[in-house]
Each structure stands twice: as C-alpha cells, then as structure tokens.
C-alpha cells in the first residue's frame, strides 16, 4: 500500500513505471540500418569496392526491370545474396520497417496510374487492373532495393566501408575533390543512424514517463507531442558529435594526407566470380525486358 502511493506521489503510473524499469519498445529492437553483423560468410569475405559497386548496378538493374519476369530474377538473386550472408532474413525484413509507409504510399499513388479494364472509378479517380500491376511491381521494387541495400551495411566493417568508398572515388583526387574525408563523413553518418535512433527511444520513454502521451489523438496532436523530442535529441547529437571530433584529434587524425592502413585491399577469386554471376543475372534481366511486354 506505502509504494501504491509513493508511486502516486510521484505521478507515475503503471505504464510508465513498465516503461522506466527497462521494457524496450519496438524502435530499439528494430534498429538495423547501419549496423554491421559479424559473421563467417562467402559475402562478408569479399572485398568491400567489389561489394559497393556491385550493389550500384543491383540498384540500377532493379530500376531497369520493367516487367515481373526481370523484376522476379533480380528478386531471386538478391534473395540469394540475402541467404548467403547467413543472417537471419527477419532482420533484413525489419529494414522495411523505417520505408513502410513510403512504400504503401507510393503504392497506392501507382494503383490509380494504368490503363485496362475499369474496376473502380469515382470522378477522375479509377482503379484498373493495370494500375494494381503498377502498384504491386512498385512495392517490390522498392522493397527489394532497401533489403538488397542492406547487406552492404550488414556485411562490412566501418573501417572496410571507408577504405572502399575511398578507394572508388580515388580518382575525384586529380579535381583537388578530399575523397578520404568525404568517405569518412559518410561512413560516420551511416553508422551514426542507430544511435540516433536509440537516442531518440530513450528521450521517449523519458517524456513518457513524465505523462507525455505521444501515442493517442489525431496526427497533428501527435506531431506537436514530438517536439519536446526534437530539441534534446539535437542537443545530444551535437554533443556526440563533439565528443567524437575530440576524440579523433587526441588520436592526432588530420585528414587522409599520409594515412597508411593496417589492411590492404585487393580482389580475389571470389569477387571475380560474384561479378560474373551477376554480369550474367544483368543479362539475363535485359533480355527478359526486349523479350516481354512492359507492365501496363
């Protein structure tokens, strides 16, 4: 009866008592973009500028499918990829949980963009069965991309990560272009995205635990609820990001200017015969997109 009240004293409740002894909500067990998984396999072995390029022409060649057969072949393979990175696929599936809702949307947008048979129509509004084709073939699209996508992120170390992005755009040097400070800004950023996001599930569940209620009412009650989100979490990225460039000048970082690196990087078999398999699967889409008709 004396903690009923001590809890009553303190303006908290049960839910938010759940909330401050340790229950993760959804957005920390959900974090997967940019974290590295350490495994033993064939693609984690592979050379990191292999990796990246190969990854830019998968993106290019899912965006070059134009019909379901060329979409499904490059499904496959990137499904194959997926497997053999030997991690579990619910993780690659919780990827798609931060581009959800881009993709019902973008979906919906193409489900009224067709031509055929009407089956729904309200003034300048009309479904067809072309438009359910475009909707489907973009929601695949889209998720694929962001799965596929997440492999690179999933399969190479941040240190691997930037000497590869180096190294690709070693040539932008002859333009005076800083390529190694560059690579290092986007490896941080990237790997800076689950922290973020766990920083923001902790100043949650701090305003929710002082009443804050983030979950119930319309969407623009909802919105302004972020706001006392929005303002810690700046704070708290601007002192990471402090703490972070102090720390790289204790350790006497000055750019790329005469860096040398622990591991060198250099093709292998493995990565000669990855490009071969999927300069074949590349073809193979080609055809498939002169052999068959585009989706309506």
């Not at 998984?37 to 500028?49: C, F, G, N, T």
């Not at 601007?238 to 703490?243: N, Q």
Request: proline share 2%; aromatic share 10%; glycine share 6%.
């Amino acid at each position: 009866m004396s903690n009923s009240i001590i809890f009553c004293d303190a303006g908290l409740t049960a839910e938010n008592l759940r909330v401050i002894i340790g229950e993760k909500c959804s957005l920390v067990r959900d974090i997967t973009l940019g974290q590295y998984v350490p495994e033993k396999s064939l693609i984690h072995r592979m050379d990191a500028r292999a990796k990246i390029l190969l990854l830019l022409m998968i993106l290019v060649f899912i965006f070059v499918c134009r019909n379901f057969i060329s979409l499904v072949t490059i499904s496959l393979f990137s499904l194959v990829i997926i497997l053999m990175t030997r991690i579990s696929i619910v993780k690659y599936l919780k990827s798609l949980k931060a581009v959800f809702v881009i993709v019902i949307f973008t979906g919906i947008l193409n489900l009224f963009y067709g031509s055929g048979d009407v089956l729904w129509q309200w003034q300048f509004l009309k479904i067809t069965w072309g438009g359910i084709n475009n909707a489907i073939f973009t929601a695949v699209r889209i998720s694929v991309m962001v799965m596929v996508s997440s492999v690179l992120t999933y399969t190479t170390s941040p240190t691997d990560l930037t000497d590869g992005l180096e190294r690709i755009m070693k040539p932008l040097k002859i333009f005076r272009v800083r390529v190694h400070e560059i690579a290092m800004m986007m490896t941080i950023a990237l790997r800076f995205i689950p922290v973020l996001l766990e920083e923001t599930d902790k100043i949650m569940n701090a305003q929710k635990a002082r009443g804050a209620d983030m979950e119930n009412g319309n969407i623009l009650r909802r919105v302004k609820a972020l706001v006392p989100v929005l303002i810690p979490l700046l704070v708290s990225s601007f002192r990471r990001a402090g703490d972070l460039a102090m720390a790289m000048e204790c350790r006497c970082y000055n750019g790329g200017k005469g860096r040398t690196r622990m591991k060198i990087m250099h093709f292998s078999l493995t990565d000669l015969f990855a490009a071969i398999i999927s300069f074949l699967i590349f073809g193979a889409v080609i055809y498939f997109n002169m052999a068959y008709p585009d989706v309506v």
